[in-house]
């Protein structure tokens, strides 16, 4: 199975710096820029409003009507042309065109527009329909090339072109009034108010992102001083689950060579190989469970090069050491192994100590004449191994806990005799699989994948078992 990398580790404050003041600014500047415009079109609009009222006022003189209708004659009247030189020597106004009902031009303040008639004008159009049209340009654009701009010095730059309607006394438009106008004290109030709004958005948001940094630091501090005490409180955890698991595999040796012992005193003097035989075998199980725990409590990151495992010489190992623990307990036990099995991942002192973990959980939870069977068989590429008996079986309530740790149904189990299986044979990269009714027994099943080409072999502890 491939190692998987490990996670890159994410950094809240970091993360949320970069984040947050990008949207936050983007925020603010789309904020800015829509203010702004708000603002800047609502002056100049309602500037353009006092202009008409102001132009409508002034100009609507049965002289000026009778001028833009025709009636007047040929020629403009005169104090039509007075009321107009009066306007176009008003500041900020720098022309002054005068339309008639025919959308000729009848006065303007630059006498070479008086008398034509320019091309298409839509914002002509619109103040014959009596709409008020305001424009905002620049001469020194595209915008100099309309036909009413024409004349028109480059160096005015901007300007804000508005049309008027001019109505008769009854409400008929009869002409318009189109000026020309550089609202100087206007453009810098805009000016003025558009520097503030986007400082003050740039202020709020630096403020906010400031007061958002504060507490998202905060937050991240204790976030990892909780992290840290969760660690350390889980390396306590960890210690006193490796002294209770140390305890839980040495008690069953520790029986074993007390009743080699006791049955020593009682025997006589010149037979004891066979219980000296049984206390080596009890201590050396001891050591590999030790060495298992110690092997387990490495880190999965740290754990490579785990070798190869012999499937078959761990299971009869493991049976052979409850050999005499089934005969005490009147069991009916039997091993069936496949030949040829292919090696596994792992190793094989920690497969053996899984396997007999597996067999001491099933005599221990067995009554004479219970029939327990430990097989081997190929599965795939790889290998299944498992324990079945058909004894009481697993109350269906508890099933889905029998991996937690310290949960047990036994008076003086500690429950982690399967949570350490499980373990150790996820960590081969396999996984454990258990099934059980009450009165029809239990079956537990361990699938292991065969070992690859490269893996090395574990040849001392194979022959150590052996021999």
Request: charged share 25%; with cysteine; hydrophobic share 45%.
């Amino acid at each position: 199975m491939p190692a998987q990398s490990a996670p890159r580790t994410f950094s809240l404050l970091r993360a949320f710096s970069l984040w947050s003041l990008g949207l936050i600014i983007l925020l603010a500047a789309c904020a800015a820029w829509a203010m702004s415009r708000f603002v800047t079109d609502r002056m100049l609009w309602r500037d353009a409003t006092l202009t008409a009222e102001f132009m409508q006022s002034v100009i609507v003189t049965p002289e000026v009507v009778a001028t833009l209708t025709g009636e007047a004659g040929e020629g403009p009247h005169a104090v039509f042309v007075q009321q107009m030189n009066d306007i176009g020597v008003m500041p900020d106004v720098i022309r002054a065109n005068v339309y008639n009902g025919r959308g000729r031009i009848a006065w303007s303040s630059d006498k070479r527009m008086v008398g034509q008639t320019p091309g298409d004008n839509d914002e002509l159009e619109e103040a014959m329909r009596g709409k008020l049209v305001m424009h905002r340009g620049r001469t020194d654009g595209s915008d100099h090339e309309k036909p009413e701009h024409r004349f028109l010095a480059r160096s005015v730059g901007e300007f804000v072109e508005t049309y008027v309607p001019v109505r008769d006394p009854v409400g008929k438009v009869v002409g318009a009034v189109e000026l020309y106008r550089i609202p100087r004290e206007l453009f810098d109030t805009l000016r003025t108010g558009r520097v503030m709004i986007w400082g003050s958005a740039l202020a709020a948001a630096l403020v906010l992102f400031g007061a958002l940094f504060w507490i998202v630091r905060t937050g991240d501090r204790t976030l990892r001083w909780q992290h840290q005490r969760l660690l350390e409180t889980g390396r306590l955890a960890a210690v006193g689950e490796l002294a209770a698991s140390v305890a839980h595999g040495i008690r069953n040796p520790l029986a074993s060579i007390r009743s080699s012992a006791e049955l020593a005193l009682d025997a006589d003097p010149h037979d004891l190989t066979r219980s000296a035989h049984d206390i080596i075998a009890s201590v050396d199980r001891a050591e590999r469970w030790v060495s298992d725990l110690l092997r387990c409590a490495v880190p999965p990151e740290i754990a490579v090069g785990i070798g190869s495992a012999d499937p078959s010489l761990a299971a009869t190992t493991a049976f052979e050491e409850y050999i005499e623990e089934f005969r005490r307990r009147e069991l009916d036990a039997h091993l069936d192994i496949e030949s040829g099995l292919p090696r596994v991942t792992g190793t094989t002192d920690t497969l053996t100590q899984v396997i007999a973990s597996l067999l001491a959980n099933a005599a221990e939870a067995s009554k004479p004449g219970v029939r327990i069977l430990l097989a081997a068989r190929r599965h795939g590429p790889g290998v299944l191994v498992s324990v079945q008996d058909n004894g009481a079986g697993i109350p269906r309530e508890d099933l889905h806990r029998v991996f937690e740790p310290y949960f047990t149904s036994k008076a003086r189990g500690l429950g982690l005799g399967l949570p350490l299986a499980r373990a150790s044979v996820e960590r081969m990269g396999g996984h454990i699989m258990i099934d059980s009714a009450p009165a029809r027994g239990t079956i537990v099943r361990i699938a292991l994948p065969a070992a690859a080409p490269t893996a090395s072999v574990d040849v001392l502890a194979d022959a150590r078992q052996a021999a």
